[in-house]
T-cell receptor
Framework: NAGVMQNPRHLVRRRGQEARLRCSPMKGHSHVYWYRQLPEEGLKFMVYLQKENIIDESGMPKERFSAEFPKEGPSILRIQQVVRGDSAAYFC????????????FGNGTRLTVT | QKEVEQNSGPLSVPEGAIASLNCTYSDRGSQSFFWYRQYSGKSPELIMFIYSNGDKEDGRFTAQLNKASQYVSLLIRDSQPSDSATYLCAVTSGSYIPTFGRGTSLIVHP
């Protein structure tokens, strides 16, 4: 069983292509968070979602980035028209409903834009 | 803007010693505090969480929280080379969104 499942683990895209990153939360978890980590830097919050609802997207760039968590299926982080600066590790985390529940992270997707 | 500050290190300690990792935060209303360990190229792994002032112990790990000083620390007793990693402090307030520090690199040398 499963912890937080992310795929793919590695993703290579050429500039201008689209990247789709998937995340399935742990069983019993209803909250999903996406973070981005650049080399030698900390985790930067991007977006917080519950099923069919974006709770907070204050960390998402205004253009090219979108996220969803449909009623059925995984959460998707979508990056359109990728640029080299999008190259990073993207981590998904999930938590239970309670506000002070710790986050549990997936293995991440390492995006490389060539 | 909510900030979480950690010394980037590296903090170098000999095997068997106590490693002390520190974290300060700016939001006085913060409620939940977490420590994660991240090995190079891997994802963050939850080590401990603490909600109330004082100490919380779990095996070789002790988390210490002082809300008046806005300070949380992690002590690792009997440090092992396998403890060498980056330790991330995370703090949550009313928004339910943890803010992470940039991490402290710990090196435990034999």
């Amino acid at each position: 069983n499963a912890g937080v499942m992310q795929n793919p683990r590695h993703l290579v895209r050429r500039r201008g292509q689209e990247a789709r990153l998937r995340c399935s939360p742990m069983k019993g978890h209803s909250h999903v968070y996406w973070y981005r980590q650049l080399p030698e830097e900390g985790l930067k919050f991007m977006v917080y979602l519950q099923k069919e609802n974006i709770i907070d997207e204050s960390g998402m760039p205004k253009e090219r980035f979108s996220a969803e968590f449909p009623k059925e299926g995984p959460s998707i982080l979508r990056i359109q028209q990728v640029v080299r600066g999008d190259s990073a590790a993207y981590f998904c985390a999930s938590s239970r409903r309670e506000s002070n529940s710790p986050l549990h992270f997936g293995n991440g997707t390492r995006l490389t834009v060539t | 803007q909510k900030e979480v500050e950690q010394n980037s290190g590296p903090l170098s300690v000999p095997e068997g010693a106590i490693a002390s990792l520190n974290c300060t935060y700016s939001d006085r209303g913060s409620q939940s505090f977490f420590w994660y360990r991240q090995y190079s190229g891997k994802s963050p792994e939850l080590i401990m969480f603490i909600y109330s002032n004082g100490d919380k112990e779990d095996g070789r790990f002790t988390a210490q929280l002082n809300k008046a000083s806005q300070y949380v620390s992690l002590l690792i007793r009997d440090s092992q080379p396998s403890d060498s990693a980056t330790y991330l402090c995370a703090v949550t307030s009313g928004s339910y969104i943890p803010t992470f520090g940039r991490g402290t690199s710990l090196i435990v040398h034999p």
